[in-house]
């Protein structure tokens, strides 16, 4: 395990993917400007699906495939305040719920002591300008509570995971997974089935409404890429120990991470990330190096539990030396 670790670490540092800013140079349009402009249309009256074809087409986004129009529910849970207060600390509170549950479960006070740095980051990126605004945090996080909590409380897990689903569609990755590892259950499978029909049905219907608006000369875009190794690398941006690290940071960062999640007593956690990094080696493009925010959480939470692990490890192979 340590040998692959280190031979994923030598690959990541010969091909490293480019910064944020390097992606597109003197870019101003962001993905938060967008959403932002798109709550701000519908405090002002605005549809959801109006306000939303209005900023894509002034800002010169993609209008096709139908997921260009993110999922709803996050723009009108936000548009129904007034400000963004409410929602900034309800995306704060979900933080510490995700740092208070992790940390219960750390089985070291090596681990208790790394964790700390997942609380500073989650609520630095609930509380700091434009991050509210991204679907990939709120998922995030919901995921990592639905694990968190999983198995002592597996319907609010269940829970948290409808709420990720109506969140982001990338959430189905985290569902699907949830269904497999739950064979062995029969109701929570029943509850990760229909939570994954529901979620079906609410995208159909999504995409016959984004139909609606979407024209026949409409410019598209094309996900399925091969970023490979480089666009993994890329997602792990935004932990507590890469967000303002230099890029061969995160290629170290991301296996030591997976490492730490392989020695946890529950494999759902690791089969969760490690979903997301076969389906990302051939989905997304250099500038969706943030759908990395839907597992982050979990990467902190490899990253807490590698000194327990490097400890182990190493006793492990004390114990099985020769005495003379």
């Given amino acids: 395990m340590l040998a692959g670790t280190l031979l994923l670490v030598a690959v990541a540092l010969t091909d490293l993917p480019p910064s944020p800013e390097e992606i597109h140079p003197g870019e101003t349009r962001t993905d938060a400007a967008l959403t932002q402009g798109v709550i701000d249309h519908m405090r002002a009256g605005a549809g959801y699906y109006d306000a939303m074809e209005t900023a894509l087409r002034a800002q010169g986004y993609a209008m096709r495939p139908f997921w260009s129009f993110r999922l709803p529910l996050l723009a009108k849970f936000t548009a ?3 400000t963004d207060a409410v ?5 704060v509170t979900l933080s510490v719920a995700v740092w208070v549950v992790w940390t219960l479960r750390m089985e070291s006070r090596w681990s208790l002591a790394v964790a700390g740095g997942l609380l500073t980051f989650s609520v630095f ?3 700091a300008p434009g991050w509210l605004l991204f679907h990939d945090v709120w998922a995030g996080l919901l995921i990592a509570l639905a694990l968190g909590l999983h198995p002592r409380s597996r319907w609010a897990a269940v829970a948290c995971g409808v709420i990720a689903l109506g969140v982001r569609e990338h959430a189905v990755i985290f569902a699907g997974v949830m269904l497999l590892c739950a064979w062995r259950d029969r109701y929570e499978r029943l509850a990760w089935s229909a939570a994954i029909a529901g979620f079906t049905i ?3 219907i999504h995409a016959w409404i984004v139909s609606q608006h979407v024209l026949p000369g409409d410019i598209g875009k094309n996900w399925v890429t091969v970023g490979g190794w480089s666009f993994i690398v890329s997602t792990a941006r935004w932990t507590w120990l890469t967000a303002f690290s230099p890029t061969p940071v995160c290629a170290v960062v991301m296996p030591v991470a997976l490492l730490g999640l ?3 007593r529950d494999h759902r956690p690791l089969a969760v990330v490690g979903a997301y990094v ?3 080696l051939f989905v997304g493009i250099a500038d969706d190096w943030y759908w990395g ?4 959480p979990l990467l902190a939470v490899g ?3 590698v000194p327990a692990t490097v400890l182990g490890v190493l006793k492990k192979e004390g114990e099985s030396q020769p005495l003379f």
Avoid at 87 to 91: D, G, N, T, V, Y
Avoid at 293 to 296: D, G, I, K, R, T
């Fill in 80 to 82: 129904a305040f007034p």
């Fill in 87 to 91: 929602p900034r600390l309800l995306l």
């Fill in 125 to 127: 990126l609930a509380w």
């Fill in 202 to 204: 609410y995208v159909l």
């Fill in 262 to 264: 392989a020695y946890l």
């Fill in 278 to 280: 076969v389906l990302f």
């Fill in 293 to 296: 925010l839907l597992y982050s």
């Fill in 303 to 305: 990253i807490a539990n």
